[in-house]
Nanobody
């Protein structure tokens, strides 16, 4: 099992910034791609950004330039720096991790519990 601990959500005014973090832990697992998705009520969960263990990054086109994803040196914590936030960025943000069991060589998909980001004056 891999555990994900998210933090950093909250209320911010339009134009402000927030940083989300997600720490993954799990014995005998290799953490591969990590990423962030977001979801608003009544809509499907959508990609925000992903980053591979090798550092390759993919962003949703609409968010390029305002959001930055990064990963720490041990590869098990992912960050999402959000700037110039808009009311339409309001959503629950979910951490996603692809992790491979070192014992049975199977890859699993894990989701965090979600952290709410509200952009409002």
């Amino acid at each position: 099992q891999v555990q994900l601990v998210e933090s950093g959500g909250g209320l911010v005014q339009p134009g402000g910034s927030l940083r989300l973090s997600c720490a993954a832990s799990g014995s005998a697992f290799s953490i591969n791609t990590m990423g962030w998705y977001r979801q608003t009520p009544g809509k499907e969960r959508e990609l925000v950004a992903t980053i591979t263990r090798g550092g390759s990054i993919n962003y949703a086109n609409s968010l390029k330039g305002r959001f930055t994803i990064s990963r720490d040196n041990d590869g098990n914590t992912v960050y999402l720096q959000m700037s110039s936030l808009k009311p339409e960025d309001t959503a629950a943000y979910y951490c996603n991790v692809m992790a491979t069991s070192l014992l049975i060589r199977r890859t699993y998909n894990y989701w965090g519990q979600g952290t709410q980001v509200t952009v409002s004056s």
